[in-house]
């Protein structure tokens, strides 16, 4: 599943170029090397240069699952990979113990695990 996922992000451009981390193949030496070599192609040398690195180790915690879906299918997305993730999505629940508490079971609507 994870194969065939990531070849239709790849082949119907879901994700930015420069995406790199999280995927198989581009690493971070592949950023450093693509940030390095867009510097120096820079036209003048009076340019300034700033770089903006984000590490988003919560991005995915307000997805819900049902636009999620939607968009899935307006990309085209073949529907038994759309089904299986929407299940994965789906009846999820979420247990938060405090000491002395009982453990109540709720049901978590938003968010990619």
Known sequence: MTVRLLYI???KALLHPNQY???PGPCIFNAALTLTDQVRILP???IRVS???LDIKAGFN???AFIFRSSLLVKSTPSYMVDRITSFLSKRTCTIVFQGSPNLQASVLVGIP
């Open 62 to 64: 307000d997805v819900d």
């Open 9 to 11: 992000v790849r082949s």
């Open 51 to 53: 770089t903006l690195f």
């Open 44 to 46: 003048r040398p009076t």
């Open 21 to 23: 981390g999280s995927l």
